[in-house]
């Protein structure tokens, strides 16, 4: 810039002209705007926007308080609850960093997020107070916990020093919270749960939190006062930083303890739900309930789905309830999704195939999203968007995090080059979408050739009677590895063998790409639905071969 | 903040996760992801996103080869076409600054901006070329001339020394315009119709530009590829932001040439037209059109108001039509409308006029404006919320302007104690709704008393025969100042006296707040639709006492 410039003179910025981005500034505007709409529902529980702006100024106010400092972590490890929403505004508005942590971990994990993180609060849920009391005893210095005593739960105990509404009654209802001037602090720590290594710390901004807050809003092309079940947890990178969504839009937020098709389908009902997101074994589940649970909703629900790519049979089953689904793409590090599979109307006419297969792939950015591309993970030159030559993808921009947690080095790798590496291989279509082929170490390297683990599974998916698959390298001594199938069937009364699924599966693939073994069963899931395919591997790889 | 806090240490900013927020990327963005989407429509002509992108690009690299450096202003005096459109991208694209000027402006005040913005080059259309070649003569170094040479318009002269599309052929489609770096920078240059004194010149920076374009569609609960009409200027706050907004959305830019009835109702129905702003006055003008033309209409439109408040007759009238009016308040300093009077489902069974008179006031803050009030104009302190003590409307935040151009001495009293002093005169009501009483200048003392001309004027609007009406302050000897009434009546065939408008005046309010001079005919309007009252206050002073 011409820095002599009249225009960059004598109009610098001041407190009149400038504000540091912050979602914190859509709760303050939805409690002044609509300080009578309910912003949030738990059963009978129902609290407006005025109510949740003034329980979060006192839990800003306690936090302090008890000495809690900005820059500090303060943890939460909690259902889909009113008080884990609060804490989204809560624990910022004092100038803490929230960490929600996923509610799956074992105490040893716990202990080390809580160690890493050096939170000096936890907020627990009493469904998870045991796992907590036992990563306690692991740590030198513990932090001061605080219970969730949510009365439609009554199982699990009380661990804590006091109670959520205790410490609530503490804090001031006018506090005056000081006001975020840096939009480049901190506001939240999301751990990865990492398959090898110990969990890294993803850090995000209040400037990044502010701009996906409102990017989920036109990707959905949502109207004012939605309506937004809490399917999705909340420890999963702030719930896709939803709950800044819903400040924003001044919707209302409705609370899920556990993920059940009867739970969902009455809320959606007596709620009258506009909007949900889970992965798509979620949507599978609700497309497997009974008859009776689906029946009798007339208003549109929109649905996003993520973490694999929804099969044909999942989206026709979501249609045929009038539920529209949108596919999105993101990682932790990108504040959930950043890549979002937009949908062109010319598309509406063509077959369930073919929509399942648009559908399936990633997308293009998000709208806030500044930077989207398919390359080469050591030149980071593109690759051409020919829908074949595969490469990495990366991202750019806002909504990339801020770095890792106590980790310059890690940090400094992945965002080698001015790029954010995701990890995922993708190729690039062209009319500019991409599809993720597999992450790096989920291809199957056979006789040199390489198998997209997705491509055998996509088959298999495509078996009336398979519900689950997955599918994972297995250590061969001629091949290399050849493909493992882990399946779950549909619950009927056929049965197939493993020689037929083979079969099936050579005839609609390359014969080499066809799974050499098949096991049946469970498969083994993540705390957000994404398949387990560490422990699949280890399981493959400990069966002896045929 | 704890600088030593974990969260601010080896987490900057770097290419891979910061990017300055720009409204060029959401052109960038509807150009990469609907390509193919019809983007701008003037009569038979159609561009998609892809085609309007290459021509902003070549438009950016042509000012470059033309010697236009970053920070320099390039001017544009046309009404809204697919050009004017344009250069909202194009000409930031290369680093400079877009300075729409108001088409209802003579020569010399054209000459004053050219001079005062030091522009390098002028976009002019046939239609104001007249009035801009005499302004050239008035100037030093005058701009570099280029023609909009629109084909459904053959009247005015071409004086340019090139023609836009010709202009265009020498930029490069393929041109890597330079990203912007710092938000900050300034991207358009408005210059405010000032009443007294010379004209300001309103800088407004990509920061803000980008906020308050998605600020307009949440306001507005707008949906994906909004079709939006060019009815409000263009020049005018930058059409309040509205063509990054369209490119936002990836909507369609319909062009308009002439603000008629016909042609509005026309291209509503022929472009299924969502969306358009104005100021009541073109309201009215719709409202007032025969009613095969405002027969056909089946889709819904959203019209946004702002300039004065929207009588109730004109509310009514539109929600006939079934448009659903939003009215809106800001200045060129706020980007446009910056305040919205957000509409409370709960006040739909209200009657027409308890509508109205909600309707009627400024409202609350739009999504993205940080801070409003209503205050003391001289200690700041809020005034209290009772809807009667009278204060002057402050806002605060990413929605007001960087600042006056050259004029550093302004600049800072526009911006003293931290907050954008409005000069708007208001009360702020129980609910937070603040409602402007009058400007400064437009209250009128009588007698000691404080008369606000505005509630004098919304009498006189319900008087079943008046179809415009402005109240402006005449000196008078016992008074001090007494309210003056100019009034346009309806096409009918009833006559009204001045004796019958004051008798009915006094029937509706406060004696002494009646008008004592009632002057019949035509009001003279700015370009943007606004009363002229300092013609009138002349006028009112010039007229003989009775």
């Known amino acids: 810039m011409n820095n002599n410039s009249a225009f960059e003179t004598n109009l610098d910025q001041n407190q009149a002209n400038?504000?540091?981005?912050?979602?914190?500034?859509?709760?303050?505007?939805?409690?002044?705007?609509?300080?009578?709409?309910?912003?949030?529902?738990?059963?009978?529980?129902?609290?407006?926007?005025?109510?949740?702006?003034?329980?979060?100024?006192?839990?800003?106010?306690?936090?302090?308080?008890?000495?809690?400092?900005?820059?500090?972590?303060?943890?939460?490890?909690a259902p889909n609850l009113p008080e884990h929403f609060e804490a989204h505004f809560g624990v910022?508005?004092?100038?803490?960093?929230?960490?929600?942590?996923?509610?799956?971990?074992?105490?040893?994990?716990?202990?080390?997020?809580?160690?890493h993180a050096e939170s000096k609060v936890l907020i627990v849920d009493r469904e998870f107070s045991a796992v907590v009391k036992a990563?306690?005893?692991?740590?030198?210095?513990?932090?001061y916990v605080v219970d969730i005593d949510d009365p439609y739960y009554t199982e699990g105990e009380l661990i804590g020093a006091t109670q959520y509404e205790a410490l609530l009654d503490s804090g001031d209802a006018d506090f005056v919270w000081p006001r975020v001037k840096d939009e480049w602090n901190a506001i939240t720590l999301n751990y990865t749960s990492g398959t090898t290594g110990d969990p890294k710390g993803v850090v995000y901004h209040h400037r990044g939190a502010y701009l996906n807050a409102v990017s989920n809003a036109i990707s959905w092309g949502m109207q004012q006062h939605p309506v937004y079940l809490w399917t999705l947890p909340m420890f999963h990178c702030n719930g896709w930083c939803f709950p800044w969504t819903i400040a924003a839009m001044a919707g209302v937020s409705v609370s899920l303890r556990h993920v059940r098709a009867d739970h969902i389908f009455n809320l959606i009902k007596s709620e009258k739900v506009g909007y949900f997101c889970g992965a798509p074994?979620?949507?599978?589940?609700?497309?497997?309930?009974?008859?009776?649970?689906?029946?009798?909703?007339?208003?549109?629900?929109?649905?996003?789905?993520?973490?694999?790519?929804?099969?044909?049979?999942?989206?026709?089953?979501?249609?045929?309830?009038?539920?529209?689904?949108?596919?999105?793409?993101?990682?932790?590090?990108?504040?959930?999704?950043?890549?979002?599979?937009?949908?062109?109307e010319e598309w509406d006419d063509k077959t369930l195939e073919e929509k399942a297969r648009l559908k399936a792939r990633?997308?293009?950015?998000?709208?806030?999203?500044?930077?989207?591309?398919?390359?080469?993970?050591?030149?980071?030159?593109?690759?051409?968007?020919?829908?074949?030559?595969?490469?990495?993808?990366?991202m750019q921009g806002n909504l990339v995090m801020k770095g890792y947690l106590k980790n310059p080095e890690t940090t400094a790798k992945a965002f080698d080059g001015g790029w954010f590496h995701s990890g995922d291989l993708a190729v690039w279509h062209a009319d500019g979408y991409i599809e993720i082929k597999d992450r790096s170490k989920d291809i199957i390297i056979s006789g040199g050739e390489n198998i997209s683990s997705i491509e055998v599974e996509d088959v298999l998916y495509s078996h009336p009677m398979i519900q689950e698959a997955a599918v994972v390298a297995k250590s061969d001594e001629k091949w290399g590895e050849t493909p493992c199938a882990f399946v779950a069937l549909k619950d009927c009364d056929k049965e197939v063998t493993?020689?037929?699924?083979?079969?099936?599966?050579?005839?609609?693939?390359?014969?080499?790409?066809?799974?050499?073994?098949?096991?049946?069963?469970?498969?083994?899931?993540?705390?957000?639905?994404?398949?387990?395919?560490?422990?699949?591997?280890?399981?493959?790889?400990a069966t002896e071969s045929e």
């Open 92 to 115: 910022p508005m004092c100038g803490a960093v929230l960490n929600s942590i996923n509610t799956r971990l074992d105490s040893a994990a716990v202990a080390f997020i809580l160690k």
């Open 498 to 541: 493993a020689e037929e699924i083979i079969k099936f599966c050579r005839e609609h693939m390359a014969h080499f790409k066809a799974p050499r073994h098949v096991v049946f069963g469970p498969l083994p899931k993540t705390s957000t639905g994404k398949i387990q395919k560490f422990l699949l591997r280890e399981q493959a790889n």
């Open 18 to 77: 400038y504000t540091a981005l912050s979602p914190l500034t859509y709760l303050e505007r939805a409690a002044t705007v609509y300080p009578s709409r309910v912003a949030t529902v738990h059963g009978e529980i129902r609290r407006t926007w005025k109510e949740v702006y003034q329980r979060c100024c006192r839990l800003a106010s306690a936090l302090q308080k008890l000495g809690v400092k900005k820059g500090e972590a303060v943890s939460i490890m």
């Open 362 to 394: 990633q997308g293009v950015r998000a709208p806030m999203l500044d930077g989207l591309m398919v390359a080469d993970p050591v030149t980071l030159q593109p690759v051409p968007q020919d829908g074949k030559t595969m490469g990495e993808i990366f």
């Open 281 to 344: 074994i979620v949507l599978n589940m609700l497309n497997s309930a009974d008859d009776a649970l689906k029946a009798g909703i007339e208003h549109p629900v929109k649905v996003m789905t993520a973490g694999a790519a929804p099969p044909a049979a999942v989206i026709a089953g979501m249609e045929k309830l009038g539920f529209s689904v949108t596919h999105v793409y993101g990682l932790t590090e990108t504040y959930g999704p950043s890549v979002v599979c937009v949908w062109h």
């Open 135 to 143: 990563a306690l005893t692991m740590l030198e210095s513990p932090p």
